[in-house]
Each structure stands twice: as C-alpha cells, then as structure tokens.
C-alpha cells in the first residue's frame, strides 16, 4: 500500500509526522449470521442484513456486545486542510430507510493521536457523517464530522469523560441531529447538520486509528429505531 508524504498533525504547526494512507476504494461484506454481527433490537428501520465496509480481521462477539480492534492508517476523511481522501475506515452498517434514530453505548483503550470510534450515517463515499471520540493532544474529544464531498471537523474537549460513552444520531428529512450522553440518561445535544435527502442511508458504529498502531473499542446495545422524536 502507498503512503502520502503528510498526515493530518504534520500540517499542525510544532507537530510530529507520521506516514498517512492513501484512500482504499471500500469493500463490503456481507455478514448477516456472522458471530460478529450484532443482534437486531426488537422495533428497527433498518434491513436485517448487516454488512461491514472495511471489516477489521480481529472482532469478536460477546452477548450483545462487539468487540473489534481498528487497524493501523485507517480513516474517513475528504480533502479539506489536509488534502487528501481516506476512506478506509471500519463501519458496520444497516441500511435504514426513513427517519430512524441509532444509538449505542462505547468504550475504547485510546492511546495514539485521533483514535477515533462512535456512529456513522453514510449515503456514499461523498456524503457521509461520523461522530463519537476522537484522541486528540492526549485527551477524549467528543468530535463530528460532517462531509459534503469535502469535510469539517467539530471538536471539543471531554473533562469528565471516565471511559464510556453513549451516542444517539437522530434522522429526520434531511438533518441529524447527534447528542452524546457521559451516563446514559443525560444526553447533550452536540450538533444539527444537513445530509442530502435519500430514501435509504447506512448506519452503525465506525472505528479508525488514522495514525496510531491500532486500538480495542467494545460497542455495547447497538440499536435503530424507525421514526425521529417529535420537535
């Protein structure tokens, strides 16, 4: 595999430099009776096939948990600032028609620069959407990206973050709406964004290490439900 010459901290002043990869076209595979594939939750939108793009070869199941270890020079990224498009990142998706909302609760051994886990929703390699932790100056950051053929990145630091974290991602017509939880009762609402209308999108957990030597997430009750709570 190539490797581009920058990585996203080398293009941060007084940063180290790391090798990047170059995008990777993904690859789907089915794994509906997989033992890795989580259990369906009783009420969903989603297809009861579940497919991982970029499947990571250590994964395991545990009950209704996943546990998985994303691979070194993995990432979702598109152009902006950096230059470059990765799209080699880990992502077990549903197809859900409709609003929906997803939601799952995560914890990951974080240890190398934008160690990355959470949720994605995803039309195509263009347009897509991930949220969750992202290991950034030593500390969890609670971070969203939006992408729109190029890609943005909201961050902020996590104080009282003590290893678990529950998201929600809420579709309704043509925005997301995500919220994160540092209990699982108290959900804070991080970000409202737009995604191109399309009767169906992908949705599930994503993991990455883009410059790290690979790390464990556990991914516990995963679940899609159809239908966005009312305004």
């Known amino acids: 595999m190539n490797h581009l010459k920058f990585s996203r901290r080398n293009l941060l002043r007084g940063a180290t430099a790391f090798a990047f990869s170059t995008a990777l076209k993904p690859a789907l595979a089915v794994t509906a009776g997989d033992a890795d594939a989580l259990p369906l939750s009783a009420q969903t939108a989603a297809s009861v096939t579940e497919e991982w793009m970029n499947p990571p070869r250590r994964r395991r199941r545990e009950g209704s948990s996943l546990i998985c270890t994303a691979e070194p020079k993995t990432d979702f990224w598109r152009k902006t600032f950096y230059g470059y498009i990765t799209d080699n990142g880990h992502f077990l998706h ?87 939880s540092l209990d699982g009762e108290k959900f804070v609402e991080d970000r409202l964004g737009y995604m191109i209308p399309a009767p169906t999108v992908l949705a599930g957990p994503m993991l990455a290490a883009p410059e790290g030597q690979g790390f464990e997430v556990r991914f516990d009750n995963w679940t899609v439900k159809p239908g966005a709570p009312q305004s």
């Open 94 to 180: 549903r197809r859900v028609t409709g609003d929906f909302t997803t939601a799952v609760k995560f914890s990951g051994q974080y240890h190398d620069l934008y160690d990355q886990a959470g949720l994605m929703v995803r039309l195509d390699e263009s347009n897509w959407m991930k949220c969750g932790i992202e290991f950034v100056d030593g500390h969890p950051h609670m971070s969203v990206v939006f992408t729109r053929d190029y890609s943005d990145w909201s961050t902020f630091s996590l104080p009282e973050f003590s290893g678990a974290l529950w998201l929600r991602v809420v579709r309704k017509g043509d925005s997301l709406d995500i919220f994160h």
